[in-house]
Structures are given as C-alpha cells and as structure tokens.
C-alpha cells in the first residue's frame, strides 16, 4: 500500500491560464486574439480560478481521513474491538499489528499524532513481513523471536538471543542458520605473553578460544526451538523453513611484522590485536559462508599504526572432510584410491577466531 500522495497544491491560476492558453492553436487556429479583453480569455480565467481552488481542496485531506485509513489497516473500528485476526494476533505475536494498535489507542486517548506520524505508522505496519516468503522475511522474523524472549519472565542464566539470521535455500527448502549471542571466552596464556620483548626486541602475543561449556548449548538448543515456534505459523502450506545453527569456522591466525623505528612493539601488538579480533566478529557486514580475505587482512595490518613490514602472514582453517562438497566420487571410487595430500580447507558459515598468534619485531634491537 502507497501512500507516497503527490503534492496537488503547488500548480496557481496564472500557471493553468499559461497552459491551456498554449493548447488553443491545437484545437482551433481561428481563435487568435489571447487578450483579457476576449470573452473566451474570460472564461478560461474563471475556470482556472475554479480549479486551483478545486485542487487545495484535493490536497487538502482531513486529518480524520488518516485516522480512517489507519484503522481500515487493521480492520477494528476501534481499539478496543476484537476480531478473529486481532485475537490471532496476540497468540501469534503480530508485533506490527500490536504496535500499529496501538497508535490507535494513542490516537483515541487524545495524543496529537499529525498526517506524517499516521503515516509513518500505517507504513512500518505495511512493510513488515508476516509469512515467510522470502529470505529476507525469514531473517527479519527470525530477529523478532527477540521480542518474545523479551515477554518472558526474566530467569538467570539469562535466555539466549538472536545475533543474526541467515535464510539460504538448499534444495527445496529454505534453511535459516541462527547465531546467538554468547559470547566466546579467549584467554591469553601467561607462558606465551610474555610482559616485556626479548634480547632481540621481539615480543609475542598469543590469543586463545576456551571450548563451550554444555550450558551454551542447551541455551542454543532452546533458542533454536523457540524460532522454530514463532516461524511455524507464518510458513505457507508446502513450503518448508528449517532452523539450525550456524556453522562457524574455527580460524588460526599467525601475524609477525616489524615496527617502525621508535615503535614499541607492546603498543603495535595491542592495536594488532583489536584490529584482527574486530575483523573475525561475525557482524551484520559479514556475508554467509564467504571466507576471510588474504587481501583485506594484509591491507588492515599494514594500516595499524608502527607496523613498518607485514614479514608473515598465516590463514588457516579447521580441516573438515565432507566429501559431498570436495569430489563427486562414483559408485566404483575407494576412499583409498584418492591421492594422500593434506585435507583442504574448508570455509562454511561464520569465522570463529581459535587463535591468534602475533609476533612484533623492534627496529634496531
């Protein structure tokens, strides 16, 4: 529904006078004289005084006629009546229709909304999805299960949220991979941090992913049942929408640079480090199942300020077999028969930072 109205307001007599004054030749080239003094001059002056007048009132459009369209939206007259869609909606957690009903009851109890408030309203509660259509939709209604998690009683360990949602069609379904929110823990063991560079001006630092304790999973394992939930109804009868978590890629990482001269190499290291955790984050820029580029990661560390000379650079991934996605092997084709190379590094889904291992030369040490 649009309601992008052109402005009608904005055309004055003299210029509808101009107009249809250049149109007389295309009906009739006997009509010569355009003076005031014309009879038929006359005439066309009154008409296009009734006609700007004509189109104030057009643009000019009651605030009740807003009012009126806001409440067509949601089918209530008021916004205290019910209907089997408005007590629907409650079951189902329609949070577009809730929050656009209640502007109606702003709008009843005397609250000064103007054109542009109702229309905003009216527009946020068109725009958005209710069935999951496309992938789009399934995100967006994937991030509102937030919303009814919010609803709950609070209980502690606080319940997981959604971080990001990606919808991927694979095969004849569509597949909505969730990230939640927990956050890893890193440590920085002692023995490999250490406080001050050595004889040669060297000094490591070394990040490290601590593995998941059972009370994340089961905080996913919830999280996920509780998307599935709220998307079962919103799917149409045929399609299938699947909810699953995300895959995340554990990555190493292996810095060594050399500082500029005068460049403390604690100080390089701690920018260093930021940096690259900050680009491992799975945000909403990053793209799903796209890897981490050599590219980017040389341009960001050269970009650090004190680092003179990128001297080493690793980039692994966690080595996954899946043979599905690394050969198509016929029926008559032994494992055995494949050539012994190292197994491939295989990206799939989010980064998930393992461990980052930095190392900063001194100048002149």
Same mark, same amino acid.
């Given at each position: 529904?649009?309601?992008?109205?052109?402005?009608?307001?904005?055309?004055?007599?003299?210029?509808?006078?101009?107009?249809?004054?250049?149109?007389?030749?295309?009906?009739?080239?006997?009509?010569?004289?355009?003076?005031?003094?014309?009879?038929?001059?006359?005439? =066309?002056?009154?008409?296009?005084?009734?006609?700007?007048?004509?189109?104030?009132?057009?643009?000019?459009?009651?605030?009740?006629?807003?009012?009126?369209?806001?409440?067509?939206?949601?089918?209530?007259?008021?916004?205290? /009546?019910?209907?089997?869609?408005?007590?629907?909606?409650?079951?189902?957690? /329609?949070?577009?229709?809730?929050?656009?009903?209640?502007?109606?009851?702003?709008?009843?109890?005397? #609250?000064?909304?103007?054109?542009?408030?109702?229309?905003?309203? !009216?527009?946020?509660?068109?725009?958005?999805?209710?069935?999951?259509?496309?992938?789009? /939709?399934?995100?967006?209604?994937?991030?509102?299960?937030?919303?009814?998690? $919010?609803?709950?009683?609070?209980?502690?360990?606080?319940?997981?949220?959604?971080?990001?949602?990606?919808? =991927?069609?694979?095969?004849?379904?569509?597949? !909505?991979?969730?990230?939640?929110?927990?956050?890893?823990?890193?440590?920085?063991?002692?023995? $490999?941090?250490?406080?001050?560079?050595?004889?040669?001006?060297?000094?490591?630092?070394?990040?490290?992913?601590?593995?998941?304790?059972?009370?994340?999973?089961?905080?996913?394992?919830?999280?996920?049942?509780?998307? %599935?939930?709220?998307?079962?109804?919103?799917?149409?009868?045929?399609?299938?929408?699947?909810?699953?978590?995300?895959?995340?890629?554990?990555?190493?990482?292996? !810095?060594?640079?050399?500082?500029?001269?005068?460049?403390? @190499?604690?100080?390089?290291?701690? #920018?260093?480090?930021? #940096?690259?955790?900050?680009?491992?984050?799975?945000? $909403?820029?990053?793209?799903?199942?796209?890897?981490? *580029?050599?590219?980017?990661?040389?341009?960001?560390?050269? $970009?650090?300020?004190?680092?003179?000379?990128?001297?080493?650079?690793?980039?692994?991934?966690?080595?996954? #077999?899946?043979?599905?996605? %690394? @050969?198509? =092997?016929?029926?008559?084709?032994?494992?055995?028969?494949?050539?012994? %190379?190292?197994?491939?590094?295989?990206?799939?889904?989010?980064?998930? =930072?393992?461990?980052?291992?930095?190392?900063?030369?001194?100048?002149? *040490?």
């Amino acid at each position: 529904m649009a309601f992008e109205l052109p402005n009608l307001d904005t055309v004055s007599a003299q210029q509808l006078l101009a107009e249809l004054m250049r149109r007389i030749p295309m009906f009739t080239p006997l009509w010569t004289d355009f003076n005031e003094s014309d009879p038929g001059i006359t005439v =066309l002056e009154m008409l296009c005084w009734v006609g700007e007048s004509l189109l104030y009132q057009t643009n000019a459009i009651p605030l009740e006629t807003w009012q009126n369209m806001l409440r067509l939206c949601l089918g209530l007259a008021n916004s205290t /009546d019910t209907t089997d869609y408005s007590v629907a909606a409650v079951k189902q957690n /329609d949070f577009a229709f809730l929050a656009l009903q209640a502007v109606l009851a702003r709008m009843e109890q005397g #609250a000064p909304l103007d054109r542009e408030a109702l229309q905003a309203a !009216v527009l946020t509660f068109r725009r958005a999805p209710y069935l999951a259509l496309t992938g789009p /939709d399934v995100e967006q209604l994937a991030m509102e299960t937030n919303q009814v998690i $919010a609803q709950q009683p609070p209980v502690k360990p606080p319940p997981a949220l959604v971080r990001r949602a990606d919808a =991927l069609v694979d095969d004849q379904q569509t597949v !909505v991979h969730i990230l939640d929110d927990a956050t890893p823990v890193y440590q920085r063991p002692s023995c $490999a941090n250490p406080k001050a560079p050595d004889a040669q001006g060297g000094l490591r630092n070394l990040l490290m992913l601590q593995p998941a304790g059972a009370s994340a999973t089961a905080a996913l394992t919830k999280l996920l049942a509780t998307v %599935t939930t709220y998307l079962a109804p919103r799917v149409l009868l045929g399609n299938r929408v699947s909810v699953v978590g995300a895959t995340l890629t554990p990555i190493t990482m292996t !810095v060594r640079v050399v500082c500029q001269p005068h460049a403390r @190499a604690s100080v390089v290291l701690a #920018a260093l480090s930021s #940096a690259l955790f900050d680009f491992f984050q799975p945000g $909403a820029d990053w793209v799903y199942d796209q890897p981490p *580029s050599v590219a980017n990661l040389r341009h960001l560390i050269a $970009a650090i300020p004190g680092v003179q000379t990128l001297a080493r650079m690793d980039l692994s991934y966690a080595p996954t #077999a899946i043979l599905s996605k %690394t @050969a198509q =092997l016929g029926a008559t084709t032994l494992i055995a028969d494949l050539p012994q %190379t190292p197994p491939a590094m295989i990206y799939a889904g989010l980064p998930l =930072l393992r461990c980052l291992d930095l190392f900063a030369q001194e100048v002149g *040490s």
